[in-house]
Structure formats: structure tokens, C-alpha cells
């Protein structure tokens, strides 16, 4: 057997793939690219939420939303360590994140503008993301399946605390429930389309099913969201911005209407309400905590030639 | 650009219990690895101690050594208790 028919019989039989284990180089670049896309993802998703951490409406709340925001940089920082044992630096995934090569999560080029934002994000966003994410601690790689196990562990929490905020919502005043019913509004199809194009339209989806990088397709994943949220929406007694949702006894599953591709194309090319906000504020972060690191590691550098001397 | 140097972290989840690896970070020296780790590792009480060691210090094995250096074991179940037959009889053994 040549080395690239050991490595699929391998993971044919479930056996992980670990960091110094023989990969053919397109299941290197392929997962370097899904971690570190993933990676950032969790990195400018707490822009978003981190807009509404000063304006949060109890001490309770701003509590719970600032340790919300602070996993979301503990994910990412779980996943850029998985994307390094593949052999790319921190430094260049960072430069690639700046320099637009690599992509992000087009969901966060969205804005938040009310609290109930905030609430539709932790249920809708961070629900698609939960799904997408359990399916993958069973991914073939064995540092990204366990910086998934981990990330779901914690994510749990994210996504029934954005359900209370909506939940309180909605049984408050009017004005309240109609604030709710306008983040669902303006939230749900951008969820939808968290789970990427057509199982027709994916151009890697083969290759990557086969290496067990992806473990269910988009179209199966999306349709899990869907049969999961439609009844918890109910029960917060809002309606879905979908005239074609709708029970469908035969297939056992909810249908839904059509995602406009158009509006998914034009985000992830840079054209949605905040792409340029939501890097400019991650170059600006980068580019003034400089600094720091450089006065960290010359404090460093100093210390261990003091401790050699 | 100067990267920071990569540190592994090992936590200890319980008293009685040996560290374990939980993943790794970047800091500038061991002091604040150990303060990055206890941020980034144990939000959750998930530790009671922390050990911090520099990735480049650890000597790890080949996984193209894998073959001769634990394929040995495998033909030696005599160091199994169950390897050895007993009478059902025979108690406490």
C-alpha cells in the first residue's frame, strides 16, 4: 500500500490522525484552512457581542455576556493552537485573517443594534454553531476533534443564556416582544446560511467527507437547526420570516424556503453591513497591542539572561 | 515578527488525580504561560494545579518508531493476571 492508501485505510477504520503522523499534503491545507478559518471566527465573532457589554441591561447580564465573550477567545485560542500542529504559525494565520486571504464566518458581518440581539445570537448563531461543531468531535484529527469537544462543552451555556434574554423579552411589554421579534427577523436567515452553499455547491465536499474532515453535509446539518429551533421559536410565540416554513408530516422534517445566495456571496466577498468595521477593529487591536508583546518578550529576554549570568 | 515561544499546559483536574495535557499557548516566559494558561484552561474549576513546560523541551517519540518501540509488549501477555489459568476454586488470587 502506498503511504496515502495506509493514511485512508487509517481513518477508514477510525483511527485519529495526530500531529507528527503521515498526511497526504491536501488534508494538511484543507484542515489548515477549516481550523484557522474556524479559529478567527471565534475571534471576530466577539466584536458583535462586545458592542453590547457596557450597554448589557443587569449587572447579571453583563456578567454572564463578559464570560461569554471571554470563552469565545478561549475557542479560538484552542483552535489556532490545533491549526499549529499542522505547521503553520500563529503569526502568519493572523497576517492571512488581516490581509482578507483568509475568511471568517460571514455571520459576523452583521450588526448587533438592539439587546435582543444579543439573545437571537446566543440562540441561532451560537445553536448552528453547536450543531455544526458536534458533528465535528468526530472529525479525523485528533487535536481539532478534541478542541471540539471542549468548545461544546462550553458552548452549551452560550446558547440557553441568548434563549433566556429572548425568552424574558417576550414575556415582557410589547415593545419588548416586538424588539425579539425583530432580531428573528433580521437573524434567521443569516443562521441559515452559517452552514455554507448547497451539498451540490460545495466544491471540497467529496475529498473532505472521504478524510472525514466533514462528518455530515451542509444541507443535513442546516436541516437539523431548523427541525431543532422552529418549535423553540413557537414557544416564545414569534414567527419565523419564512412564509414557507412549514411541517411536512411525509418527510418528517420541517420544509423552508430558498436562502438568498446572492446576499451569502456578497458577504463572504466583503460586501456585508460590517466586513470593513470588523477587520479594521481586528488590525487595530493587533497593530496597538504591539507593544505589549514586544515589551513582554524583551522582559523576558532579560530576565533569563539575568537568571544564565 | 517575533513570535512568542509555544508552551504545553498539564492540569491537574482533582487532588489524587496526575496532571494531564490540555493543549498549549503562547507566552513571553513561564510566569505568564502559567497565568495565560489558568485564563485560557480553567474557567471551569477545571484544575486544582497547573504545570507549564516549554514545547521545544519535550523530546517526544517518532510515530515512525512506533513498531519496535511498543510492538514488543504486545507479545508478552504473560504479563497479564489473566494469562495465567486458576481453579474457580481457589480464592483470593
Not at chain 1, 62 to 78: N, P, T
Not at chain 1, 82 to 106: C, F, N, P, W
Not at chain 1, 279 to 292: D, K, N, S, T, Y
Not at chain 2, 19 to 31: F, I, Y
Request: glycine share 6%.
Amino acid at each position: 500500500m502506498t503511504p496515502d492508501e495506509i493514511f485512508q485505510d487509517r481513518i477508514d477504520r477510525g483511527i485519529k490522525i495526530e500531529p507528527k503522523d503521515y498526511m497526504p499534503e491536501g488534508y494538511r491545507k484543507t484542515l489548515i484552512r477549516q481550523i484557522s478559518q474556524h479559529a478567527h471566527s471565534e475571534i471576530v465573532g466577539q466584536l458583535p457581542e462586545g458592542n453590547w457589554i457596557t450597554r448589557a441591561p443587569s449587572l447579571r447580564r453583563k456578567a454572564i455576556l463578559l464570560a461569554k465573550v471571554q470563552d469565545e477567545a478561549g475557542h479560538g485560542l484552542y483552535l489556532y493552537s490545533a491549526a499549529e500542529t499542522l505547521g503553520v504559525s500563529r503569526d502568519q494565520m493572523i497576517a492571512d485573517l488581516h490581509s482578507g486571504k483568509a475568511k471568517y464566518s460571514s455571520i459576523f458581518n452583521y450588526p448587533t443594534l438592539t439587546w435582543a440581539d444579543i439573545g437571537a445570537i446566543g440562540w441561532l448563531v451560537d445553536g448552528a454553531a453547536i450543531i455544526n461543531q458536534i458533528a465535528l468531535c468526530r472529525c479525523s484529527y485528533g487535536p481539532y476533534a478534541r478542541a471540539m469537544v471542549r468548545i461544546c462543552k462550553e458552548e452549551s451555556f452560550h446558547q440557553r443564556q441568548g434563549y433566556e434574554i429572548l425568552l424574558t423579552l417576550c414575556r415582557g411589554t410589547k415593545e419588548q416582544k416586538a424588539m425579539a421579534q425583530d432580531a428573528l427577523n433580521r437573524w434567521w436567515w443569516p443562521s441559515l446560511m452559517m452552514f455554507g452553499p448547497h451539498d451540490s455547491e460545495s466544491p471540497h465536499a467529496e475529498q473532505s467527507t472521504k478524510w472525514k474532515i466533514k462528518i455530515v453535509s451542509n444541507d443535513g446539518l442546516r436541516q437539523k437547526f431548523v427541525d431543532q429551533t422552529v418549535p423553540q421559536g413557537e414557544y416564545l410565540g414569534l414567527t419565523f420570516p419564512d412564509p414557507k416554513l412549514k411541517w411536512n408530516a411525509v418527510r418528517g422534517h420541517y420544509d423552508f424556503g430558498e436562502i438568498d445566495w446572492q446576499e451569502f456571496k456578497n458577504v463572504i466577498q466583503g460586501n456585508g453591513p460590517c466586513n470593513r468595521d470588523r477587520l479594521r477593529a481586528r488590525i487595530e487591536a493587533h497593530e496597538q497591542g504591539a507593544w505589549v508583546r514586544e515589551a513582554a518578550m524583551a522582559y523576558a529576554k532579560k530576565h533569563e539572561n539575568k537568571a544564565a549570568a | 515578527m517575533n513570535e512568542w515561544p509555544l508552551w504545553e499546559v498539564f492540569i491537574r483536574g482533582q487532588h489524587g488525580l496526575a496532571h494531564q495535557h490540555a493543549g498549549s499557548l503562547h507566552a513571553p516566559d513561564a510566569e505568564t504561560a502559567l497565568n495565560n494558561a489558568r485564563d485560557v484552561y480553567t474557567r471551569r474549576n477545571e484544575g486544582v494545579s497547573i504545570w507549564v513546560v516549554k514545547s521545544s523541551d519535550i523530546t517526544a517519540s517518532s510515530p515512525s518508531e512506533k513498531g519496535p518501540l511498543f510492538e514488543p509488549a504486545a507479545s508478552k501477555p504473560y504479563r497479564h493476571p489473566t494469562f495465567y489459568e486458576v481453579p474457580d476454586e481457589v480464592k483470593h488470587l
